[in-house]
């Protein structure tokens, strides 16, 4: 690696690795969950995150809904921190998503769910973190150290460790395929030119992404990225959602970001961005098959429930060149830092 490589892209470069490494150590853990859901079948799941951690709960959520058919539902940290409400979960099992597995109110959130009869799962790069050593069961991301303040690789691992759970509980032998390949099409994504994108965001002062399903939390995960790297401000939204008011802002030039995987939603995803184009919008989509606009085409990893992770890390190196474009610094955003623990 380059010594003039920022940190951010040094890891983000590192998925390929980590989620290979994550998804064969981590397979008797896999098999366990499955176990635990075999034998309690809950009726609802919960999550608890913060920051990226959040987006990829979310993605776990429209996967998981959508593969298992069992609802997933998040639950604010500051419920148990800061409110010091009981939760009823028995027989229920509560996620928790973090890297570092250090915040206060994770760790109450956690805490307050075993209390309230939930199994509780610690989805952690920190295995011997607070988070950690409290959780009834332990899935490490296997990610390494990350020192850039902008999570990459250890948000990838968080996803393909959830996928990995789905794929075990539902049984799901295309998404078991699909998270085979997850590591070749990331490797994959090196060299894409990503300079007409660009042109695109050097040049926007604010902007949409967007997405359906699980691309949805990539585009939440996208937005995020664009506001603490580039200093961009920029809004997620469901492209169902953004037909609706969020259109009010669009004007001659505005950028919108789009993930349309080759899924279920693919066609309708391609209609609402060729009104928001007939609107002036200009759209930048990725996604592995044809799109209108500035049109980023990705591998595939075969299943496009899986494909917006392969996206991202597109996405992750293009708003990487943006904000150096910039003048900033990807590693040290202003006002940020790498772990921050709330109550």
């Given at each position: ?155 990838i691992a968080s996803v ?156 992750y190196r293009l708003i ?24």
């Open positions: 690696m380059s010594e003039n490589q920022s940190l951010m892209l040094q890891e983000a470069g590192q998925s390929p690795e980590v989620v290979a490494t994550l998804l064969e150590k981590e397979k008797p853990v896999f098999a366990e969950i499955a176990r635990l859901f075999s034998s309690a079948r809950p009726s609802v799941v919960t999550t608890a995150a913060r920051g990226s951690s959040d987006h990829a709960a979310t993605f776990f959520k429209y996967l998981f809904e959508i593969t298992c058919g069992v609802p997933v539902a998040s639950v604010g940290p500051s419920i148990a921190s800061v409110y010091g409400a009981a939760l009823h979960l028995k027989g229920g099992v509560h996620f928790t998503v973090s890297q570092s597995g250090a915040s206060p109110d994770i760790v109450a959130l956690q805490d307050a769910a075993k209390k309230g009869g939930a199994t509780t799962i610690a989805v952690v790069n920190v295995t011997d973190s607070p988070l950690a050593k409290q959780a009834d069961i332990v899935l490490g991301l296997n990610a390494g150290a990350e020192k850039s303040v902008a999570a990459t690789k250890s948000f393909a460790a959830l996928s990995g759970v789905t794929a075990a509980i539902g049984g799901a032998s295309e998404l078991q395929a699909a998270l085979g390949k997850l590591p070749e099409a990331l490797s994959a994504t090196a060299g894409i030119d990503t300079a007409a994108a660009e042109e695109v965001l050097f040049n926007a002062t604010s902007l949409y992404t967007a997405g359906r399903g699980p691309a949805f939390a990539i585009a939440l995960e996208a937005a995020l990225k664009a506001k603490e790297t580039s200093g961009l401000h920029a809004e997620a939204f469901s492209l169902a959602e953004l037909m609706h008011g969020p259109m009010r802002l669009v004007q001659p030039g505005f950028p919108i970001v789009a993930f349309a995987p080759d899924d279920a939603a693919f066609a309708n995803n391609g209609q609402a961005l060729e009104r928001l184009q007939k609107l002036g919008a200009t759209t930048v989509g990725f996604s592995t098959q044809p799109l209108s606009g500035v049109n980023l085409r990705v591998p595939t990893t075969g299943n496009g429930l899986v494909d917006p992770l392969v996206s991202l890390l597109v996405y990487e060149s943006v904000t150096r474009r910039k003048g900033f610094d990807p590693d040290r955003p202003a006002n940020l830092l790498k772990v921050t623990e709330t109550v």
